[in-house]
T-cell receptor, first 113, second 114 residues
């Protein structure tokens, strides 16, 4: 079983749609969680951290369920510029500053006019 | 711009050769991590260096090795290249504190092994 699992997609949605991505992780000792965005063959860029209380940044909402080891990302009012691959990321390095990020394979989103 | 630069941007090698990839960390950062990203996959953790010492390693064979220099620049060396080593190699730097978790990625080196 992969440490971090995501549906690879692609998710094809029209502009303005709401789309949700899900991710599960296997290491219950994982300390922190993130969503990264990656454009075609470019470096991943941090989109947002994910907290148990849920957090929102504009059109993006992330949620963590530690009991189910499940992470989600909701994008509202999709824009053409949201087309990218969204990587679910778990830090399994503990809380000593050592950072071992484990990435999912990514979910590809295509937003069409 | 993250302030993390990698060189070269693209490289073509043949099976059995050796390669060195370079990374210049963001100013003030003392930790560097290297990741391998094969086509269609997420990045895979290779190893991390903190203050010039390796302090964590992923599931990669010993022919993958690295160095971190006093100025916090870094190298990734791969010996005896195999076809499956073809991938995007990403360097990420950060400043280690107890609560710091933000990594800054370079734009990567695309390695093709023929």
């Amino acid at each position: 079983r992969k440490e971090v699992e995501q549906d690879p997609g692609p998710f094809n949605v029209p502009e303005g749609a709401t789309v949700a991505f899900n991710c599960t992780y296997s290491n219950s000792a994982s300390q922190s969680f993130f969503w990264y965005r990656q454009d075609c063959r470019k470096e991943p860029k941090l989109l947002m951290s994910v907290y148990s209380s849920g957090n929102e940044d504009g059109r993006f909402t992330a949620q963590l369920n530690r009991a189910s080891q499940y992470i989600s990302l909701l994008i509202r009012d999709s824009k053409l510029s949201d087309s990218a691959t969204y990587l679910c990321v778990v830090n399994t390095g503990g809380n000593t500053g050592f950072q071992k990020l484990v990435f999912g394979t990514g979910t590809r989103l295509l937003v069409s006019p | 711009e993250t302030g993390v630069t990698q060189s070269p941007t693209h490289l073509i090698k043949t099976r059995g050769q050796q390669v060195t990839l370079r990374c210049s960390s963001q100013s003030g950062h003392n930790t560097v991590s290297w990741y391998q990203q094969a086509l269609g996959q997420g990045p895979q953790f290779i190893f991390q260096y903190y203050r010039e010492e390796e302090n964590g390693r992923g599931n990669f064979p010993p022919r993958f090795s690295g160095l971190q220099f006093p100025n916090y620049s870094s190298e990734l060396n791969v010996n005896a290249l195999e076809l499956d080593d073809s991938a995007l190699y990403l360097c990420a730097s950060s400043y280690r504190t107890e609560n710091n978790e933000k990594l800054f990625f370079g734009s990567g080196t695309q390695l093709s092994v023929l």
